[in-house]
């Protein structure tokens, strides 16, 4: 079976921090591109970060630069969200997504809605005092 998974959610006060983790199995992550969306409270599901399948490129959302840091781990089929000085504004469902793509240092940032490969079933994120 072909999944993701995420874990590493939780509750956290304004000005903490969060490691997001991302496991996939059944398929190696090798040529996939992973990206990171959240879902903050009515609102609609957002693109945060994504990392090429060689991990050499990174991209972030501006609300997230310099805050966040996306990784990946390819030998243990992991990818990682570490979220530093987390705001309240960061608060959501945060889903890791695996794309397909050949080329080793691609990824982009996509709008949710067109989006494909692999989604995860989220990992619930709190910011609050």
């Known amino acids: 079976q072909l999944q993701l998974v995420e874990s590493g959610g939780g509750l956290v006060q304004p000005g903490g921090s969060l490691r997001l983790s991302c496991a996939a199995s059944?398929?190696?992550?090798?040529?996939?591109?992973v990206s990171w969306f959240r879902q903050a409270p009515g609102k609609e599901r957002e693109g945060v970060s994504c990392?090429?399948?060689?991990?050499?490129?990174?991209k972030y959302e501006d609300s997230v630069k310099g805050r966040f840091t996306i990784s990946r781990d390819n030998n243990n089929n992991m990818a990682y969200l570490q979220m530093n000085s987390l705001i309240p504004e960061d608060t959501g469902v945060y889903y890791c997504?695996?794309?397909?793509?050949?080329?080793?240092?691609?990824?982009?940032?996509?709008?949710?809605?067109?989006?494909?490969?692999?989604w995860g079933q989220g990992t619930r994120v709190t910011v609050s005092s």
């Open positions: 997504v695996a794309d397909f793509d050949p080329l080793p240092d691609m990824c982009t940032i996509q709008r949710a809605e067109g989006q494909t490969g692999y």
């Open positions: 059944g398929f190696t992550l090798h040529y996939y591109a």
């Open positions: 990392i090429s399948y060689s991990g050499r490129t990174a």
